[in-house]
T-cell receptor
Framework: GENVEQHPSTLSVQEGDSAVIKCTYS??????FPWYKQELGKRPQLIID?????GEKKDQRIAVTLNKTAKHFSLHITETQPEDSAVYFC??????????FGTGTSLTVIP | NAGVTQTPKFRVLKTGQSMTLLCAQD?????MYWYRQDPGMGLRLIHY???????AKGEVPDGYNVSRLKKQNFLLGLESAAPSQTSVYFC????????????FGSGTQLSVL
């Protein structure tokens, strides 16, 4: 079946450092790749997304890159702050009207 | 505009009991989804609907049924609950499939004893 792999599962960084989370997907027809942030006990919230016709997208301290040839995409958070601590999920939209999610990365930003 | 509302927020069941989770959205979205979230497993799709009167199976449909009798509501049923169905359940909706943002409900914590 379809598969989205996400690494690492846990990540600790010092405040101010950068954090990078990577995902790979299996369906070459996938065309939409969102990233969600989930704080403890809360619902997932979209933080950034990228479509297949774009290689990179930035929104302030957050950026996402997409390599369609290699079928992987990454989330980059610069100048990390304690409030960035959360679980981050990548997802890929597959033909058949389904989003498949990665298994999540628990990010801890150490003050 | 409440967005996506799930009820109940918490529920404890005994093995073999049945229950229905309700998801309601007021954004006139066509697509609705039910996910379960387990530690280390991410979000896994149970069932989804692409419009009123339609439903389809996702990754992990066994033990669940759904109905979409009205566009704004998507019901998830457990006919005979099992401990393996202990999880956090999230409903989500979007305007259409494809490259559209998912809006999530606040989740239902279900424990099956």
């Amino acid at each position: 079946g379809e598969n989205v792999e996400q690494h690492p599962s846990t990540l600790s960084v010092q405040e101010g450092d950068s954090a990078v989370i990577k995902c790979t997907y299996s369906d070459s027809a996938s065309n939409y790749f969102p990233w969600y942030k989930q704080e403890l006990g809360k619902r997932p919230q979209l933080i950034i997304d990228i479509r297949s016709n774009v290689g990179e997208k930035k929104d302030q301290r957050i950026a996402v890159t997409l390599n369609k040839t290699a079928k992987h995409f990454s989330l980059h958070i610069t100048e990390t702050q304690p409030e960035d601590s959360a679980v981050y999920f990548c997802a890929a939209f597959y033909t058949g009207n389904q989003f498949y999610f990665g298994t999540g990365t628990s990010l801890t930003v150490i003050p | 505009n409440a967005g996506v509302t799930q009820t109940p927020k918490f529920r404890v069941l005994k093995t073999g009991q049945s229950m229905t989770l309700l998801c309601a959205q007021d954004m006139n979205h066509e697509y609705m989804y039910w996910y379960r979230q387990d530690p280390g497993m991410g979000l896994r799709l149970i069932h989804y609907s692409v419009g009123e009167g339609t439903t389809a199976k996702g990754e992990v449909p066994d033990g669940y049924n759904v109905s979409r009798l009205k566009k704004q509501n998507f019901l998830l049923g457990l006919e005979s609950a099992a401990p393996s169905q202990t999880s956090v359940y999230f409903c989500a909706s979007s305007t259409q499939g494809g490259d559209e943002k998912l809006f999530f409900g606040s989740g239902t914590q279900l424990s099956v004893l």
